[in-house]
């Protein structure tokens, strides 16, 4: 029942992630807003939560770097989005 449960999880926070990913405002601003900021952030968790998952039910997997989501500003500085 466990491990079902963990693979639905994993299931859905795919879903949120692929939701977000396609969905996000990508467009050159002066400045982001709390939302976006916001996005990005929930995404990059969701990201790391299930990687976590995956590793649990899959621990002979290949591991790789899971791939997050960063801000670039009109003056191609680069303001990394932290979940700390």
């Not at 939701?19 to 900021?37: A, G, K, L, P, T």
Request: aromatic share 6%; hydrophobic share 35%; charged share 30%.
């Amino acid at each position: 029942m466990s491990r079902e449960l963990l693979e639905e999880t994993v299931e859905v926070l795919i879903g949120a992630c692929n939701n977000i990913y396609r969905h996000i405002d990508r467009s050159q601003r002066e400045e982001i807003s709390s939302v976006d900021f916001e996005l990005v952030k929930t995404f990059n968790l969701l990201v790391e939560i299930n990687q976590r998952n995956l590793d649990v039910l899959y621990p002979e997997r290949q591991k790789s770097e899971a791939k997050t989501l960063s801000f670039r500003n009109v003056h191609n500085d680069i303001e990394e989005v932290s979940n700390d």
